[in-house]
């Protein structure tokens, strides 16, 4: 999960994902739309009997305040909360298991913020079902395979993995980019990643006001989104002062023509 602000348990539910698929948090900064939910989702956790440990990655000054609110409100919890300080101003792989990294994105906001990059690592490659057959490759060899051995024949004959699989499947990437001003080098951190989020709370006529705040236009977001030739951008962090957001979204396409305007609910596949 990403940022965990109020109502986020409202939201888990109605999106019908299971508590306990939630093994990290990562938050971006200490504003209270970003981070206000995540001691009551901990709590609600802990009704829930929820015995794995949950990891939080953050900026430092959080650990004061999450210890606080654990101490309590969450005292005889039946899981660890491991907190894991992040430096947000640089870009640094803070996450990383078997098939996936997150790693930090600076911003600019009027606190320390920073966004993040989910990259999957490479897949194996898929051997050939008729190569099986064909070559009688021994059922124990086929993970060795899939990792790019060859396979040689009874006979001698060396079949070369080229030959016996096909390419792994192509890896996805999204990047999260939270409250921040517009950053002209940004797009350098986000080069053809498949989805990216970039807050776009004001059009351009007031980039002014935009600027004082350390906020984005949908214009600006948009041209991150072109410079890094990602696949498409979402926009979302939108002021109150829109009935709607229909100003945002055209200004943004007349830069870059894959722009979505996010909303509560909203599925997106990252491709």
């Known amino acids: 999960m990403v940022d965990c602000g109020e109502g986020t348990q409202i939201s888990l539910r109605r999106s019908r994902v299971r508590f306990t698929k939630l093994q990290a948090i990562f938050i971006s900064h200490l504003h209270g739309d970003h981070c206000f939910g995540l001691i009551g989702l901990i709590s609600t956790f802990g009704m829930l009997g929820r015995t794995a440990p949950l990891h939080v990655y953050a900026p430092e000054d959080l650990r004061t305040i999450l210890n606080e609110q654990l101490s309590l409100f969450c005292q005889g919890l039946g899981f660890e909360v491991v907190f894991h300080p992040v430096d947000t101003g640089l870009s640094k792989v803070v996450y990383e298991d078997r098939s ?3 790693s930090t994105i600076p911003l600019d906001h009027r606190i320390p913020c920073c966004g993040y990059l989910f990259k999957e690592k490479p897949g194996r490659r898929h051997i050939l079902r008729d190569m099986i057959d064909c070559y009688e490759i021994l059922i124990s060899q086929i ?7 060859d396979w040689t024949t009874p006979e001698g004959e060396v079949i070369s993995n080229s030959r016996l699989t096909a390419p792994p ?3 996805r990437s999204y990047a999260y980019c939270s409250d921040t001003r517009y950053i002209p080098d940004l797009y350098k951190l ?6 990216l989020y970039h807050e776009s709370t004001y059009t351009q006529e007031c980039s002014d006001r935009a600027r004082l705040y350390y906020h984005s236009t949908a214009q600006q977001a948009a041209m991150v989104a072109r410079d890094a ?4 951008l979402l926009l979302g962090h939108y002021s109150a002062r829109y009935e709607n957001e229909a100003g945002l979204l055209s200004e943004a396409r007349a830069i870059f023509a894959e722009s979505y305007l996010s909303d509560e609910g909203m599925t997106v596949k990252v491709l």
Not at 190 to 195: G, Q
Not at 229 to 232: E, F, G, L, W
Request: charged share 25%.
């Open 190 to 195: 986000l080069k053809n990643v498949n989805v």
């Open 100 to 102: 996936l990294t997150v």
């Open 229 to 232: 030739h990602v696949n498409k």
């Open 143 to 149: 993970d060795n395979i899939k990792d790019g051995a």
């Open 169 to 171: 499947d192509s890896t």
